[in-house]
């Protein structure tokens, strides 16, 4: 499962994001030294309570959550489909492993990608604590919602790459799946309490905030592990079918 | 090694295979022969643990294929058609990458990839991307890589499509070499390979098997007739009287020749008479120069074309 490397698709999917990713870091700072500044000049006692973590830090995380959603869909479109548009699933499927090992080592392939992207960030942060004071909780926190939140974005991708040979459907598809994850509770306010709070649960970014203000909530660990194992196991069920109907 | 009893696939509604039942024995090449979308990719995709049968049992070497397919499929190569393989791969990082999945302990992944390297031929592209191979080098790494675990099974879909004459000649080299105590069953449109590799030969139709025997012995059940195809030099009128009078012949055709002098003939004998040595003589008697003359044998081709139309009619 080392093709990533071997190909392209993850050296340049990882640098859009870094310079991404860089970009926002460098415009959440200067608009956090910018109040500082400012702010410091009037009031010494308000400047000191400004904090950098949630004024650089969340939103950037927050940002990158919303900038992988769309880089994911690049990176598992083709992990089912180029394998049976080449036929090679023929080899996989007839080599003497289990169909969930393979899918298995898939996922755990893409997630390692993934995480190799969100690892790079890691450097703001430690520029921060390099140059003033930072408290590493929401850090961490926020490290183990985007890790968790891939995992989800990753299964929904490799489920839609198994139902097609066209890995641009497959991409778009995830894509706009994960869309109306990210946009689901948007509707909230407007359908009544209780299903109101259904869709707010079901927000695939919803979940990642609690992470992101440094809050790690049972409850946001079990919904990403659930989506994941849920679509993994779609993803199953699906190759399972193809195979019965020939 | 290999049964099967009453294999039947449906792809929605259409048929793929119907009640297919064969056997293989340890050791034996069998060649599956048929036209296109008879059914043989079908055959050896259930074989292969790829997707399981609609109905009916199939078992590899004691296995079933639908109950014990991790087992299946450690014991056998599948080839399949086209030979799919990573393209961005070296043809040693392909090898090493299936060695791997097939769980080949790391001490003897060397080893086993450098033996089937020298097996199938692979030498002097170990280094090389596998895109920008040709397409009998391809071949050969598929090969490879279904020998990588030894197996007691090797499938083979149509190993030779595709391929020049000469890599053909490479191929069907090789895959008699790895015979001895394999079973092999490989699939082919191609007749002559078959007659040449394999020890048996089944044909299948419409996803129906037509035929299933040695290729001698299929040879000779249809063989019909004698059939004797004769070159002279001499007047033709007269040529073609004196061959009416020989005894036991059935009839005489003309056939076509480029040169005026030099007449070509096909004769049918009767039944169990050889009239060889009857048409020897009268043509040698009456002076004329006998150029050729040899039994025309009822080739694979035939029985196929034969057994394949009967059964459309």
Sequence with gaps: ?246 | MIQTENLTKFYGHAQGINNVSFSAEKGEILGFLGPNGAGKTTTMRILSCFMPPSSGKASVAGYCVTKDSLEVRKRIGYLPENSPLYTHLTTKGFLRFVAEVKNIPAKERTRKIERVMADCGLKDVSGRIIGVLSKGYRQRIGIAQALLNDPAVLILDEPTAGLDPKQIIEIRNLIKNLGGDRTIILSTHILPEVSMTCNRVIIINEGRIVAMDTPENLMTRHQENLCVFLQVEGPKQKVFEQLQKVEGLMKVSEQKSHNNSIHNFKIEAKRGVDIRKAIAQNIVENGWGLLELRPVEITLEDIFIKLVTKESE
């Design chain 1, 1 to 246: 499962m080392s093709a990533y490397f071997c190909s392209p698709i993850a050296y340049v999917l990882i640098t859009i994001f870094a310079i991404l990713s860089g970009n926002f870091f460098f415009n959440f700072l200067s608009y956090y030294n910018f109040i500082a500044f400012s702010v410091g000049m009037r009031s010494a006692q308000i400047g000191s309570q400004l904090n950098v973590v949630e004024m650089v830090l969340r939103p950037l995380y927050n940002n990158i959550a919303i900038v992988l959603l769309f880089m994911v869909p690049l990176l598992t479109m083709r992990l089912l489909s180029e394998e049976k548009k080449m036929g090679t699933i023929e080899l996989l499927f007839t080599y003497p492993v289990r169909d969930r090992e393979m899918i298995l080592g898939k996922f755990g392939a893409c997630l390692a990608v993934y995480g190799i992207m969100v690892a790079m960030t890691f450097v703001y942060p430690l520029m921060i604590f390099l140059f003033g004071n930072l408290s590493w909780g929401p850090v961490f926190s926020s490290y183990l919602g985007l890790l968790l939140m891939g995992a989800s974005y990753i299964s929904v991708g490799i489920l839609l790459s198994s139902m097609t040979e066209n890995q641009i459907v497959a991409g778009s598809l995830t894509f706009g799946i994960l869309l109306i994850f990210w946009v689901i509770d948007a509707s909230e306010r407007f359908v009544g309490p209780g299903l109101g709070a259904v869709l707010k649960d079901l927000s695939i970014i919803g979940h990642f905030e609690n992470f992101a203000k440094g809050v790690i909530d049972t409850r946001d660990i079990i919904f990403y592990l659930n989506f994941s194992i849920l679509f993994i196991f779609l993803t199953l069920c699906s190759l399972e079918s193809k195979k019965w109907r020939g």
